[in-house]
């Protein structure tokens, strides 16, 4: 601070050479396009010119049975989709971070390590392999259902309308356990080891102590991947792309924001592409994520309680 | 768990439980490289055997060697992570020293604004990106991708990097300042050789994704020239369908290099991961 009152110091150009780049690239390159694609929303091409609509847009998508029906079942879809994330992914990758983090086990840097393998890999690898894996064609899936007995219950999931949403998330999930587990792991290292004795000396270990003493202490490493898995939820489109295409078939019954997004505003097949309609998609899309994140910073972030050490 | 209570039952159990995961992540991975050292027949009447000299056969590398052009994709991408990397990593290293060395008007303002894109995805800005691309002349070329991706990767990078160069001890700045070196000099040859552990953390971070995206090259840059080998691999697997021992092959050629230079660098990664940056 006392640098701050010394009277007639010279401008400091530095600093302006060093925040300029990154300020102008992420300015332009990210900023804008993104206050542009909000402002896109509330025009309208009409003979060759943009007009000003206000709010028809969103009118059209909500109002219009031929946008509001795919929207609507593009947003349950994707909540459906997170609600999977939420319940199956963070707790295996809590689970999975607990028994990682148990000391001297031996082999923990290997399963670390292979655990974490799929989520390297881009999602145009992890759609097809299990595709592959899944389909009845080449019937690795009912060959393994077959030894532990279940071949009756195999079907093409990914095939089938009420299925193949849930089989998505839940290859979703595979690839991503990785995150939530090595951001727990490092949370429950970081927990010091008085703390754990303190408890050991009170009788508490084991199960109760997971419950009682450190999940209490990584709450805010869950809040904060609870809001990772939203954003990139509501954000997700490659995976179902490269799995079922840009019409998430069968029948739109995998269709999330992200495809519906990609076809109102480069069209597919019989539908044109209409730039306007999907910028108020992403607006609606912007809005939903903004909404997770506020809600996340000040109802979820401020009631935790963060213990210094 | 603690030593007091460490029993063999329970490290048993851990063990089941670690084991039966690895096996669930790595099965798909092990399963499609193997069988992509198959016949066809092989393939399909035993999936699940490795290769065995009957069932050998390179089919499938020579018919995707020969149909794409693997190779110019495979250059595409590495021009445009690696000088997406590059600039990310300058000017996130730039930014991020501004902000935790030098107390200036507007500091965390500052850092709040380029916080914004950590969870604001750039991809809800497509719309604009591309009407920007075009206006500009950029629609399919590398460039564009490098741009994208350098916006993309920054917000990450500075908040990364300016939690490590709060580290940097000051006394070292201040003798390099009473030494005469420049506040530039300072930043090249003290400040940035200190923290390149953390770069390395930061690269990786921003790799990945680049490396993986299809979203923005089959909007930016889906011509033949610029194609990126996850797009290349994405319309090739979609031409041959039918063709098993050719799509094997595709997918475990885009397996193999990220693989390789994730085992070389995980240990890298993990630590990054677990050094409590990204708490």
């Known amino acids: ?309 | 768990m603690s030593t007091a209570t460490r029993s063999l039952p329970r490290t048993i159990g851990a063990h089941a439980i670690l084991l039966t995961y690895t096996a669930i992540a790595l099965a798909p991975v092990i399963l499609v490289i193997m069988n992509s050292f198959k016949s066809r027949a092989g393939i399909f009447g035993a999936p699940l055997t490795p290769p065995t000299p009957k069932t050998f056969d390179l089919i499938g590398y020579t018919t995707v060697i020969g149909q794409g052009d693997f190779i110019h994709y495979f250059q595409n991408s590495l021009v445009v992570t690696v000088a997406s990397l590059f600039f990310v990593l300058l000017f996130g290293a730039m930014a991020a020293f501004a902000l935790s060395e030098y107390r200036f008007r507007g500091n965390s303002l500052m850092g709040l604004y380029l916080a914004l894109g950590i969870m604001i995805p750039i991809r809800l800005g497509t719309v604009a990106i591309l009407q920007l691309m075009v206006a500009s002349g950029l629609v399919n070329t590398l460039t564009a991708l490098i741009l994208v991706y350098t916006a993309q990767g920054l917000p990450l990078a500075v908040f990364i990097l300016s939690e490590f160069m709060k580290q940097v001890s000051d006394d070292l700045k201040n003798a390099g300042r009473i030494d005469g070196l420049s506040e530039y000099t300072i930043f090249f040859r003290l400040v940035l050789p200190l923290v390149r552990p953390s770069m390395a953390t930061v690269a990786v971070f921003t790799m990945i994704p680049i490396w993986n995206d299809l979203w923005f090259p089959l909007i930016l840059a889906p011509s033949e020239e610029t194609k990126t080998v996850t797009l290349g691999a994405q319309l090739f697997l979609g031409q041959f369908v039918t063709n098993w021992n050719a799509i094997l092959a595709a997918l475990s050629l885009a397996i193999m290099p990220v693989l390789i230079l994730y085992i070389i660098f995980s240990r890298q990664l993990i630590r990054g991961i677990t050094s409590g940056a990204v708490k």
């Open chain 1, 1 to 309: 601070m006392a640098a701050d009152i010394r009277p007639k110091r010279p401008f400091r150009w530095h600093i302006g050479v060093f925040l300029a780049p990154a300020v102008l690239v992420y300015t332009a390159i990210m900023i804008l396009p993104l206050a542009g694609t909000l402002q896109l929303s509330l025009f309208r091409n009409v003979e060759q010119h943009q007009v000003f609509v206000g709010l028809a847009n969103f009118r059209t998508l909500f109002g219009d049975p031929n946008w509001s029906v795919g929207f609507w079942n593009a947003l349950r879809n994707n909540t459906w989709f997170f609600i999977i994330h939420m319940l199956v992914q963070n707790p295996i990758g809590v689970m999975l971070a607990a028994l990682l983090s148990s000391p001297r086990l031996r082999f923990a840097a290997f399963y670390r390590t292979a655990i974490f393998v799929p989520t390297i890999l881009s999602f145009v690898i992890v759609g097809f392999a299990w595709k592959l894996i899944l389909s009845p064609l080449w019937g690795v899936a009912p060959h393994l259902m077959d030894l532990v007995g279940l071949k009756s219950l195999f079907t093409p999931w990914l095939g089938k309308e009420q299925y193949a949403l849930t089989a998505l998330s839940l290859i979703s999930v595979w690839q991503f356990v990785g995150i939530p587990m090595m951001l727990i792991y490092a949370a429950l290292l970081s927990i010091p080891e008085e703390v754990i004795e303190a408890a050991e000396c009170d009788g508490i270990t084991g199960l109760a102590q997971f419950w009682k003493i450190k999940l209490p202490l990584i709450l805010p490493s869950i809040g904060i991947i609870s809001i990772l898995t939203f954003v990139g939820n509501f954000n997700a489109f490659d995976l179902i792309y490269t799995a079922q295409g840009a019409l998430a078939g069968p029948n739109y019954s995998t269709d999330i924001l992200g495809t519906f997004l990609y076809r109102a505003f480069f069209g597919f097949q019989l539908q044109t592409g209409d730039p306007n309609m999907g910028a108020a998609i992403a607006t609606m899309m912007f809005l939903i994520i903004l909404g997770g994140v506020c809600v996340y910073l000040f109802l979820v972030q401020t009631r935790l309680r963060r213990y210094q050490f």
